[in-house]
């Protein structure tokens, strides 16, 4: 089955760490883009990072310097480092994938929760 | 990071049709990046259901369509049904971000 299955999200203090990991089956990450996408509580979409077939990385301005996007190719799995967690960083968070030289997200995985709080 | 804009709500009666705006900017919808939509059912994820400006993936219904123009695009619902009540969100890339950008979202009430 073609699926993305989120993990590692749970409840962390205000500048804490956590790692997040998105497992691919049924394809090949390397042949895919893969996006980070959170939602906080009764909001919107947004866009936190993507990486490239050949491994280039970009990041949402919200997240530059405190989120690293990386890609185990022998595990099929995309992961997203995250470091001094701010209480607005508190969403779901979605993988998602984007057929290469395309600009859609057509698969997503069905998240995993982050929560930031004292 | 920039996002487009979409009217917070619509609504309409089964079987009438419902369009959703999405404005953006010349470094976006306007440098003729495309346009996606996904739609989001209560405590799910998202789900595309237009991309490429005006293309359905299969397993969609024809009563959803795109449009683009210019800076903006519209989502259009035409037959609507109860089970087409869920938000829905634009998406495009944003060239000089050098990023993806989604829309603020649109509730769609069916009647």
């Known amino acids: 089955e073609v699926q993305l299955v989120e993990s590692g999200g749970g409840l962390i203090q205000p500048g804490g760490s956590l790692k997040l990991s998105c497992a691919a089956s049924g394809f090949s990450v390397t042949d895919f883009y893969t996006s980070w996408v959170r939602q906080a509580p009764e909001k919107g979409l947004e866009w936190v990072s993507v990486i490239y077939v050949g491994g280039t990385t970009y990041y949402a301005d919200s997240v530059k310097g405190r989120f690293t996007i990386s890609r185990d190719n022998s595990k099929n799995t995309v992961y997203l480092q995250m470091s001094n967690l701010r209480v607005d960083d508190t969403a779901v968070y979605y993988c998602?994938?984007?057929?290469?030289?395309?600009?859609?997200?057509?698969?997503w995985g069905r998240g995993t929760l982050v929560s930031v709080s004292s | 990071q920039s996002v487009l804009t979409q009217p917070p709500s619509v609504s309409g009666a089964p079987g009438q049709r419902v369009t959703i705006s999405c404005t953006g900017s010349?470094?976006?919808?306007?440098?003729?990046?495309?346009v996606n939509w996904y739609q989001q059912l209560p405590g799910t994820a998202p789900k595309l259901v237009i991309y490429g400006n005006n293309k359905r993936p299969s397993g969609v219904p024809d009563r959803f369509s795109g449009s683009r123009s210019g800076t903006s695009a519209s989502l259009a619902i035409t037959g609507l049904q109860a089970e087409d009540e869920a938000d829905y969100y634009c998406?495009?890339?944003?060239?000089?971000?050098?990023?993806?950008?989604f829309g603020t979202g649109t509730k769609v009430t069916v009647l």
């Open positions: 998406q495009s890339y944003d060239s000089i971000l050098i990023g993806y950008v």
């Open positions: 998602a994938r984007v057929p290469r030289s395309h600009w859609h997200h057509d698969l």
């Open positions: 010349n470094s976006d919808i306007g440098a003729g990046l495309d």
